[in-house]
């Protein structure tokens, strides 16, 4: 069975650049590398530890279930006052009281501009922990989006973006 990675983008924006870069590392994933783009964010409700009981709210559950059935998770995300969206932060809250993303390989990519997103990948790294996640250290990577090199897809053409994210896909499932 081909691995399965499930990409979180942390913004509700349709066409940010976060959404950009998971859509084009959807692009290029090596082959026998499946990707998910999860597209529920913004449908999940405000977490609540008394609500985090079966039956679970439904978005909630969808959302446990694409973790579930990933073989590991990319997340890209940007950053808002120096922190995580807290759109983002309520998708990962309902995440701590699972089992789903425990033990699972998970990275992500930074694509803010130099000398940002730092806030968010700090934050990440820590609620990243109190799940349980498997960060894939080598698979963390920052990127340079310039939509000014889009590809006729409308995804980024850069080629040594693509090669980044490229092999942070085949580094989460350790697939050359």
Known sequence: MSPVILLLSGSLRPGSSNELVLRTARAVAPEGIRTVLYEGLGEL????PDDDTDPLPAPVAALRSAIAGATAILVCTPEYAGTLPGSFKNLLDWTVGGTEIGDKPVAWVNAA??????????????????????????????VQVDRGTLAEDGTLGDPAVRGQLADALGL????P
Do not use: M
């Not at 501009?113 to 806030?119: K, L, Q, S, T």
């Not at 989460?172 to 697939?175: D, Q, S």
């Open 113 to 142: 501009a130099p000398g940002r997103g730092e806030g968010a990948t700090a934050t990440l790294r820590g609620v990243l922990g109190y799940t349980g996640a498997a960060v894939v250290e080598e698979a963390c990577v920052r």
């Open 172 to 175: 989460l499932t350790r697939r």
């Open 45 to 48: 409700p405000h977490f609540n």
